[in-house]
Nanobody, 117 residues
Framework: QVQLVESGGGWVETGGSLRLSCAAS????????LGWFRQAPGKERNIVAA??????YYADSVKGRFTISRDRSGNTLYLQMNNMKPEDTAVYYC????????????WGQGTQVTVSS
């Protein structure tokens, strides 16, 4: 089992920055892909960014503004969010999936991010 705990959410003005953290523990985390999702009120949960072994993925809406990173131990995942916009307002979730799997199997509890206009 993999446990994920997010932190760092909060309120920020348009154009501001926030950094989210996700502390991961459990099984050999090197075998897992970690990523960030978000869900705005009344909308589906969508992927924001993912960190693979040799590449990263970003949703078009955040390219050039958000950066996903993982510390050397592989146990902490970050999402640096810059030049934030009101449409970035959502609950942000950290997620993990076993390498090679399609489905994201493990989820954190989520952290609220609010961007005021």
């Amino acid at each position: 089992q993999v446990q994920l705990v997010e932190s760092g959410g909060g309120w920020v003005e348009t154009g501001g920055s926030l950094r989210l953290s996700c502390a991961a523990s459990g099984r050999t985390l090197g075998n897992y892909v970690l990523g960030w999702f978000r869900q705005a009120p009344g909308k589906e949960r969508n992927i924001v960014a993912a960190r693979y072994a040799t590449s990263t993925y970003y949703a078009d809406s955040v390219k050039g503004r958000f950066t996903i990173s993982r510390d050397r131990s592989g146990n902490t995942l970050y999402l640096q969010m810059n030049n934030m916009k009101p449409e970035d307002t959502a609950v942000y979730y950290c997620a993990a999936k076993f390498r090679g799997n399609n489905a994201w199997e493990h989820w954190g509890q989520g952290t609220q991010v609010t961007v005021s206009s």
